[in-house]
């Protein structure tokens, strides 16, 4: 099996890319930084995914397109045309099985900067869009949308004790994911699942759903 994951160098495409190698996967993993993994069958191309053409690759069975930035300025050339772009190189693969992007839940309900959620959110509708197409050919096409994820992108909320109780008191299991969590999400729906496409799958430890009832 054959795996492209974008913004494979930390975080949750790194959980991504050690869950595929851990399950037999040969993973080529694509990141503007260099490579932090070391195994047999990982392969690292420093890449961004706002740039240029991509080729001499395999054919991929399964593309995801993780890549991401909470930065403003890039967040619409990167997460949304950069993983539009990124996953366009290899849909013509005739191996390919299943597409899966990493939005987020601010797509849901909007709550981050104006520019992230509008990229999170186009993601979604891109997603649907093209599950349309790929579902003539019988490949999936899915996303999953974390809430909040223990990763070095919110290292400035991780080590703050004020900032992550706060943000876990928001949630209604009182923490936050593990990357290895949507990892494991996203194996199945890439390689177990067969019927589940077009859909965002939420992963937010209850977060959407908390609210106060007063009567």
Not at 14 to 26: N, P, Q, R, S, T
Not at 83 to 88: D, K, Q, S
Not at 169 to 177: D, F, I, P, Q
């Amino acid at each position: 099996m054959t795996v492209f994951v974008s913004g494979s160098a930390s975080g949750i495409g790194k959980a991504i890319a050690g869950k595929f190698l851990l399950e037999g996967a040969e993973v080529w993993g694509f990141d503007i930084n260099g490579g932090a993994i070391s195994h047999p069958n990982y392969h690292h191309v420093i890449h961004d995914v706002r740039d240029g053409e991509l080729s001499g690759l395999p054919a991929p069975e399964i593309v995801i397109g993780n890549a991401g930035t909470i930065e403003e300025a890039d967040a619409i050339d990167v997460n949304l045309k950069g993983n539009i772009r990124f996953v366009g190189h290899f849909l013509e693969s005739p191996k390919l099985r299943s597409v899966l992007f990493i939005a987020s839940a601010s797509a849901r309900n909007g709550a981050e900067f104006p520019l992230y959620v509008a990229s999170k959110a186009g993601l979604v509708g891109y997603m649907k869009n093209l599950a349309l197409t790929l579902g003539k050919r019988g490949v999936t096409c899915n996303s999953i949308s974390p809430g909040g994820v223990v990763t070095p992108m919110n290292r400035h909320i991780l080590d703050s004790e004020t900032l992550y109780r706060a943000v876990k008191a928001e949630t209604l299991l009182g923490k936050w994911a593990e990357p290895e969590e949507i990892a494991d999400l996203a194996w199945y729906l890439t390689v177990i699942n067969r019927s589940i496409t077009g859909e965002d799958i939420l992963i937010d430890n209850g977060e959407m759903l908390k609210s106060n009832f007063i009567w």
